[in-house]
């Protein structure tokens, strides 16, 4: 793909984003003054052009990669579709609880998520930045190596743990303590997705299971 199509299909992909968020969150709200959520976008889509024009410049091969969305294997086709219904609960909610004033969350609450919401975003950089073929998809390129250096030095999967956290805070950035439920159950849906890509990257990656013995901890160190 050339630079030029490669741009401007993440663009199209970012903006598009940014545009279904806001009508996730602003119609269930009937308002559009729902501050939380220009928040959420914003704490969100702005670091998103600054990687995109870092890995454009440095790294465009990571970009491509992760413009991939089809899954071959069908367990991970089974557990997308579960966290697809999860996260529509999840980003639905907080427009109605804004709507109907159910959380009544103080101000200061949804701003400091935003701050730890931003920190998870930099752990998801940071793992694209050690690691250039991290793609959307599960699959092994036939010039991959394995990467035990730096955040995956501490756990062997850095890039869930930021997105996890990511996911859990943001119904808090969008004001709700409601929306944080289905947000919860997606920890076990990426356990499961973990679990079967770690099965893959045994018989595919040459040098995973010798990974595994040296970094002993997928998400949490010393707990899993």
Known sequence: MSRSKLL???????????????????????????WQAWLYIGALFIPMLFVVA???????????????????????????????VLFILAYLLPGFDIRYGWSNMPAWVSIAAAAVMFLSYLLV??????????????????KQKVVDTDVYGIVRHP?????????????????????????????PVIVARILDEEIALEKELPGYVEYKRKVRYRLIPFVW
Do not use: C, H
């Not at 956290?165 to 303590?177: D, I, M, Q, R, T």
């Open 8 to 34: 401007m299909t993440v663009l199209s992909r970012l903006f598009g984003g940014a545009i279904m968020f806001a009508l996730l969150f602003l119609l269930p709200a009937g308002t559009w003054n729902y």
């Open 54 to 84: 870092y890995f454009m410049k440095r790294d465009p091969s990571l970009l491509e990669r992760r413009m991939k969305m089809r899954e071959e294997r069908g367990q991970q086709r089974k557990i997308i579709g579960t966290s697809a």
């Open 125 to 142: 950089f940071r793992t694209m930045q050690v690691n250039s073929y991290l793609s959307r998809v599960i699959e092994v390129d036939e």
């Open 159 to 187: 890039m869930y743990v930021g997105m996890i956290a990511l996911y859990v805070v943001s119904p808090v950035v969008l004001g709700s303590w409601w929306a944080v439920i289905p947000a919860l159950v997606i920890i």
